[in-house]
């Protein structure tokens, strides 16, 4: 046998005995549903070279050990989740919301909690002038967390108030996604910061890309929107710190979102994720600002901070909303810019609208990402003969993060309903019982629908067999990436 007879046997040997380790490791990966592991198994028996190195680069949900273990050492540092906002509330919810806060209760260890106050900001350049006078008003700490902060208007502004805060002595912590703000983080206004006396952090450094996968995924990030003032006011929803007109992807602007701001023992809450987050990236303990009094009894609503990720357990996201579906009676009204589901959540959201609730799902019409508009409308048919109205917003990119429950309850933050924000990121999401607010919240996604065209049954059915087939072929990639 020649020489290059025996070196191709051996190197087919060994591509055959490398995909057998990864077909081995995909099926003993843990958290996975049987469709991902086919789907796989069959990336990598069939494209044995990019089979392989797509594994390598996507197929697992790796943070990587070190990140792990510092987030579980700053959460080990904090005081218990459990007790940093007072007691249980449990009591004051109706009987049967009751589950929805204990599947809450399991992501975190986050108690409902009574006294809060929440307002919505009217719309993203409000929120902005908002943030900045809490910002200016600051007497002892600023902290904000984004995925997004671009350097435009909204941008600038608030980083002037977090200098003008450093600056007269105020104690100011910001972090942002080392990929989603990279812009900024690698700007002349980053270092201004630091120079004013800003603490800076960088989530999730990238690094060398080409090594990064070594570490973990590139493509796991932290995409929480956390503003805490003075352990006594807190910012929760979808807007990133940044103009509506969002420079980065102008073409899809105005980009709408909601924000609310929160007063009470929730904002402890937020501060316990804001920290957590923080001690994973920087060499400083934090547990002080728990010891602070809590504020004095008042009246207010029931809520209760839920912030997943991968360093949290799995599926926390996704059983949040599954229970909020399945808890529906009357109506169930959500707004998402993203919707590329896993099977339990399209059952759900098909099972609420079958059994009588009014269920009505808003989505943008144009989509900044063509693979999730692609996937999102294979879903389509199937909402639609379940009953379930589907709106497509003409007037932007509808950004929003919002879920109404039967006029009593909402859900509102950063996670979309889609596989990233469910096994992918670092989301944050508040849950509150409360009928005043959710009425206001109910009213901003009215004029959302308003603004939307309703989807047919006859205008999905006449997607031509290309269309079809294309959305598809892109939805069948949901359980692979």
Same mark, same amino acid.
Request: hydrophobic residues 50%.
């Given at each position: 046998?020649?020489?290059?007879?025996?070196?191709?046997?051996?190197?087919?040997?060994?591509?055959?005995?490398?995909?057998?380790?990864?077909?081995?490791?995909?099926?003993?990966? #843990?958290?996975?549903?049987?469709?991902?592991?086919?789907?796989?198994?069959?990336?990598?028996?069939?494209?044995?070279?990019?089979?392989?190195?797509?594994?390598?680069?996507?197929?697992?949900?790796?943070?990587?050990?070190?990140?792990?273990?510092?987030?579980?050492?700053?959460?080990?540092?904090?005081?218990?989740?459990?007790?940093?906002?007072?007691?249980?509330?449990?009591?004051?919810?109706?009987?049967?919301?009751?589950?929805?806060?204990?599947?809450?209760?399991?992501?975190?260890?986050?108690?409902?909690?009574?006294?809060?106050?929440?307002?919505?900001?009217?719309?993203?350049?409000?929120?902005?002038?908002?943030?900045?006078?809490?910002?200016?008003?600051?007497?002892?700490?600023?902290?904000?967390?984004?995925?997004?902060?671009?350097?435009?208007?909204?941008?600038?502004?608030?980083?002037?108030?977090?200098?003008?805060?450093?600056?007269?002595?105020?104690?100011?912590?910001?972090?942002?996604?080392?990929?989603?703000?990279?812009?900024?983080?690698?700007?002349?206004?980053?270092?201004?910061?630091?120079?004013?006396?800003?603490?800076?952090?960088?989530?999730?450094?990238?690094?060398?890309?080409?090594?990064?996968?070594?570490?973990?995924?590139?493509?796991?990030?932290?995409?929480?929107?956390?503003?805490?003032?003075?352990?006594?006011?807190?910012?929760?929803?979808?807007?990133?710190?940044?103009?509506?007109?969002?420079?980065?992807?102008?073409?899809?602007?105005?980009?709408?979102?909601?924000?609310?701001?929160?007063?009470?023992?929730?904002?402890?809450?937020?501060?316990?994720?804001?920290?957590?987050?923080?001690?994973?990236?920087?060499?400083?303990?934090?547990?002080?600002?728990?010891?602070?009094?809590?504020?004095?009894?008042?009246?207010?609503?029931?809520?209760?901070?839920?912030?997943?990720?991968?360093?949290?357990?799995?599926?926390?996201? #996704?059983?949040?909303?599954?229970?909020?579906?399945?808890?529906?009676?009357?109506?169930?009204?959500?707004?998402?810019?993203?919707?590329?589901?896993?099977?339990?959540?399209?059952?759900?959201?098909?099972?609420?609208?079958?059994?009588?609730?009014?269920?009505?799902?808003?989505?943008?019409?144009?989509?900044?990402?063509?693979?999730?508009?692609?996937?999102?409308?294979?879903?389509?048919?199937?909402?639609?003969?379940?009953?379930?109205?589907?709106?497509?917003?003409?007037?932007?990119?509808?950004?929003?993060?919002?879920?109404?429950?039967?006029?009593?309850?909402?859900?509102?933050?950063?996670?979309?309903?889609?596989?990233?924000?469910?096994?992918?990121?670092?989301?944050?999401?508040?849950?509150?019982?409360?009928?005043?607010?959710?009425?206001?919240?109910?009213?901003?996604?009215?004029?959302?629908?308003?603004?939307?065209?309703?989807?047919?049954?006859?205008?999905?059915?006449?997607?031509?067999?290309?269309?079809?087939?294309?959305?598809?072929?892109?939805?069948?990639?949901?359980?692979?990436?």
């Amino acid at each position: 046998m020649h020489d290059s007879a025996v070196f191709a046997w051996m190197l087919f040997a060994a591509q055959a005995v490398l995909q057998l380790v990864f077909i081995v490791r995909a099926l003993l990966r #843990p958290h996975r549903e049987p469709a991902s592991r086919f789907a796989w198994v069959l990336v990598i028996a069939l494209a044995p070279v990019v089979g392989v190195l797509a594994y390598v680069l996507f197929g697992e949900v790796n943070l990587g050990r070190g990140r792990v273990a510092r987030l579980h050492a700053a959460l080990k540092t904090l005081p218990p989740a459990e007790g940093i906002a007072g007691p249980s509330a449990e009591a004051a919810v109706p009987e049967r919301y009751i589950p929805l806060f204990r599947v809450g209760h399991s992501v975190n260890g986050f108690l409902p909690v009574a006294g809060n106050r929440a307002a919505l900001t009217p719309d993203s350049a409000a929120a902005v002038e908002a943030m900045v006078a809490d910002i200016d008003a600051a007497r002892h700490s600023v902290h904000v967390l984004f995925y997004i902060w671009l350097a435009d208007g909204s941008g600038l502004k608030v980083m002037a108030a977090v200098k003008r805060a450093a600056a007269r002595g105020v104690v100011c912590r910001v972090i942002v996604d080392d990929l989603g703000s990279r812009a900024l983080v690698r700007s002349v206004h980053w270092r201004d910061m630091a120079e004013a006396g800003v603490r800076l952090a960088a989530a999730l450094p990238v690094g060398n890309p080409l090594l990064r996968p070594l570490k973990g995924r590139i493509d796991m990030r932290n995409h929480r929107k956390i503003v805490v003032v003075d352990n006594r006011i807190a910012y929760c929803g979808s807007q990133n710190c940044a103009d509506a007109a969002f420079a980065v992807k102008a073409k899809y602007a105005p980009w709408v979102d909601v924000l609310a701001r929160f007063e009470g023992p929730i904002v402890r809450q937020k501060q316990h994720l804001f920290a957590a987050n923080w001690m994973s990236q920087v060499d400083e303990d934090l547990s002080p600002l728990f010891a602070e009094p809590l504020p004095g009894d008042a009246p207010g609503f029931v809520a209760q901070a839920i912030g997943s990720g991968a360093g949290v357990r799995y599926s926390a996201m #996704p059983e949040t909303f599954v229970a909020l579906m399945n808890a529906a009676r009357r109506e169930l009204v959500i707004t998402t810019p993203y919707y590329v589901p896993d099977e339990p959540i399209q059952a759900a959201l098909c099972g609420s609208a079958r059994r009588g609730v009014s269920t009505t799902i808003v989505f943008p019409a144009r989509n900044d990402s063509w693979i999730v508009a692609a996937a999102s409308r294979s879903y389509y048919r199937d909402l639609i003969e379940a009953g379930v109205q589907i709106r497509e917003y003409e007037g932007g990119l509808l950004h929003a993060k919002t879920l109404t429950l039967d006029g009593e309850v909402t859900l509102i933050g950063s996670a979309n309903i889609d596989r990233r924000s469910f096994e992918l990121n670092a989301e944050n999401n508040i849950l509150l019982y409360d009928p005043a607010f959710t009425v206001q919240m109910r009213a901003r996604q009215q004029v959302f629908m308003d603004a939307a065209t309703a989807v047919t049954r006859a205008e999905v059915e006449a997607y031509g067999r290309p269309r079809q087939l294309w959305n598809n072929a892109i939805a069948m990639l949901g359980p692979v990436l």
